[in-house]
């Protein structure tokens, strides 16, 4: 009697496609557990997440989490970007909102530059 064929299931079919891509040795993914296989693994969002980016399929580019070009390195990178992207975007707001106001109601601009007096000595005019 011949034992019933299964299918794979979709965390098999993923890891096996993960080994594929990445293209971890036979041998090494044979003494790996299928989570193991996808636990090297991460995620990176093409279009970032905080500016809209979707979370589905076509956003989503596989990375290895260490190693030359990881993800780990092109996070650190994206984070600066998207912190600056935050604070020109908090000053570009300061500012609308401050232009938006009427001059009127606006608290008077203080100058950079202090009160500077004239000088307290006579100069002697050429006639």
Same mark, same amino acid.
């Given at each position: ?26 041998? *090494? ?6 989570? $193991? ?7 990176d969002h ?10 589905? *399929? ?13 993800h780990r ?18 000053? $570009? ?21 202090g009160s ?12």
């Amino acid at each position: 009697m011949s034992r019933k064929r299964k299918d794979p299931t979709l965390k098999d079919k993923l890891a096996a496609a993960l080994r594929e891509l990445f293209e971890i040795p036979y041998d *090494h993914a044979k003494l790996m557990s299928a989570d $193991q296989i996808i636990s090297l693994v991460n995620f990176d969002h093409n279009e970032f997440w905080t500016f809209g980016g979707s979370d589905e *399929h076509w956003n989503l580019t596989p990375m290895l989490i260490v190693g030359e070009g990881g993800h780990r390195e092109k996070t650190k990178v994206d984070i600066g970007i998207i912190r600056k992207c935050d604070r020109i975007s908090k000053a $570009q707001e300061e500012f609308q909102r401050r232009l938006l106001t009427p001059r009127d109601e606006r608290p008077p601009k203080k100058s950079r530059w202090g009160s500077r007096p004239f000088s307290k000595r006579k100069v002697k005019a050429n006639v």
